[in-house]
């Protein structure tokens, strides 16, 4: 399945470095997530954006910083990460019921980025 | 308390056995409730939906009750396929009703 693609499906990266996760959605959904799922702990709820504008933003360090250009589109951008931040980061879309008018918003997820931070 | 519990697993079961799976949630105003599966060091997928009045796909039938704050799954003649871990998750009624997902619960299904 392509709905929700997301890259690199990998990333090893150094306590120091900034880089960029992506999520595109080809669903024609308006809302999008990002969400980390760590070992033994349920998924995780960081960020929404609905319409491009972000409606939840949880309690998330400021290490790490989204961006959705567009509805289609999210980044996930990341600097000074810690070792504590490995985990499986995903993306999800939906079509926002607010604006669709049912309840029926089921989430389509990504394949995942597993991030390892050294 | 956590606002969905399950427990964690794993079941281990053989072919054509029939297994439940329980989840409590804590918000009594919790509105949508769902079952996903999620495959090994794969994305979770929707499995089915659960209404007040029970539902059925297939093997699955999913049952709430909104007094008890209880949600089950059950699987009859199990698969081999079916092995993976069930999520259980709930939408809750604040901010943007986001979905509150559970642990999970592992099921082996063996030969």
């Known amino acids: 399945e392509t709905g929700v693609t997301q890259t690199p499906r990998h990333l090893v990266m150094g306590m120091t470095n900034k880089k960029s996760l992506k999520c595109e959605q080809h669903?024609?959904?308006?809302?999008m997530y990002w969400y980390k799922q760590s070992a033994k702990k349920p998924l995780e709820l960081m960020f929404v954006?609905?319409?491009?504008?972000?409606?939840e933003n949880n309690s998330v360090p400021s290490r790490f910083s989204p961006e959705c250009p567009n509805s289609s589109h999210l980044f996930l951008h990341l600097h000074t990460l810690q070792p504590e931040d490995s985990a499986l980061y995903l993306c999800?879309?939906?079509?926002?019921?607010?604006?669709?008018?049912?309840?029926?918003?089921?989430?389509?997820f990504g394949p995942g980025t597993r991030l390892t931070v050294l | 308390r956590k606002e969905v519990e399950q427990d964690p697993g794993p079941f281990n079961v053989p072919e054509g056995a029939t297994v439940a799976f329980n989840c409590t949630y804590s918000?009594?105003?919790?509105?949508?409730f769902f079952w996903y599966r999620q495959d090994c060091r794969k994305e979770p997928k929707l499995l089915m939906s659960?209404?007040?009045s029970g539902n059925e796909d297939g093997r699955f039938t999913a049952q709430l009750n909104r007094a008890s704050q209880y949600i089950s799954l059950l699987i009859r003649d199990s698969k081999l396929s079916d092995s993976a871990t069930y999520l259980c998750?709930?939408?809750?009624?604040?901010?943007?009703?986001?979905?509150?997902f559970g642990t999970g619960t592992r099921l082996l299904v063996s030969p």
């Open positions: 999800a879309s939906s079509q926002d019921p607010k604006f669709s008018g049912q309840f029926t918003d089921t989430q389509y």
């Open positions: 918000n009594s105003a919790s509105q949508s």
């Open positions: 998750v709930v939408r809750g009624n604040t901010g943007f009703q986001k979905l509150v």
């Open positions: 954006y609905s319409l491009e504008e972000r409606v």
């Open positions: 669903l024609g959904h308006n809302a």
């Open positions: 659960v209404y007040s």
